[in-house]
């Protein structure tokens, strides 16, 4: 079975190239749904052999979905730029594995790198994520932030996908910024109110679970500042909603 590679980017000189190189190992066509990159991410992909497809940026599934008309296979592996699969993936894709028991979805195991330290601790692994799936029963969802993919039978396996997201905790932070303000928007589009307490009691249990029960507490100055990331993140997110619900609040007195 031939496998179509699917990639959503944006600003992504640096990773584009080894990603395509990386997939064409794999696959036998490269779709790239770029959002309109201010760098040579387009011009690389092309001279990488790669399909470019422009779109605006729609948000993280969606954006995805722009894509899946574009590739000829059914079976289609969606990473993103800063994503390689291990050799465990490798194999397992091209011995066809995937098409033993009839499944649609294929959950790997991530491994998240800072820099080029192993992040496994704090619930960064196994991190599974469906990155493998058949267009045809399974579709990424419509959701903007943190996608997943809707299948009627997924399977894990345990092969890896190495991801390399992060050169500095500046980054992380930065990035976990981002996500917050999208997953607040989302939220609040879903029609989700929480109350004032919600930012500080949800950060506190996210850091005490990535601390004390996701072994955070065994790995030094990084497990303590994964942890409070992990915990600004979850207070930031909901501190974004409420504001988004004081916004609506004073919408409605005029």
């Known amino acids: 079975m031939s496998i179509s590679g699917l990639v959503i980017t944006y600003n992504e000189e640096k990773n584009i190239g080894k990603c395509i190189d990386a997939l064409f190992k794999v696959c036998d066509e490269i779709i790239i749904v770029d959002s309109y990159s201010k760098d040579k991410t387009v011009e690389i992909a092309k001279s990488k052999g790669a399909i470019v497809v422009l779109q605006s940026f729609l948000g993280d599934g969606p954006q995805r979905k722009v894509g899946l008309p574009y590739c ?18 490798e194999e397992f894709l091209l011995k066809g594995n995937y098409l033993e028991g009839n499944y649609d979805a294929f959950s790997f195991r991530v491994k998240n790198f800072l820099a080029d330290k192993l992040i496994d601790f704090s619930g960064w692994y196994p991190d599974h994520k469906v990155r493998f799936f058949n267009k045809k029963t399974a579709s990424p969802s419509e959701a903007k932030v943190h996608q997943k993919i809707v299948t009627t039978k997924e399977k894990k396996v345990s092969v890896h996908i190495l991801h390399y997201g992060w050169d500095s905790f500046n980054q992380i932070i930065a990035k976990k910024n981002q996500y917050s303000t999208w997953h607040a928007q989302q939220l609040f589009d879903q029609g989700k109110r929480v109350g004032p307490f919600k930012p500080i009691i949800n950060g506190l ?31 930031m997110k909901y501190a974004k909603l409420i504001n988004l619900q004081n916004e609506e609040k004073n919408l409605l007195r005029f």
């Open 72 to 89: 000829k296979n059914d079976w289609i592996l969606n990473l993103d730029a800063d994503e390689f699969l291990d050799t465990d993936a």
């Open 205 to 235: 249990v996210a850091f005490i679970r990535c601390y004390f029960f996701k072994k955070g507490i065994f790995n030094g100055i990084d497990g303590v500042t994964i942890a409070l990331i992990q915990g600004f993140f979850s207070h």
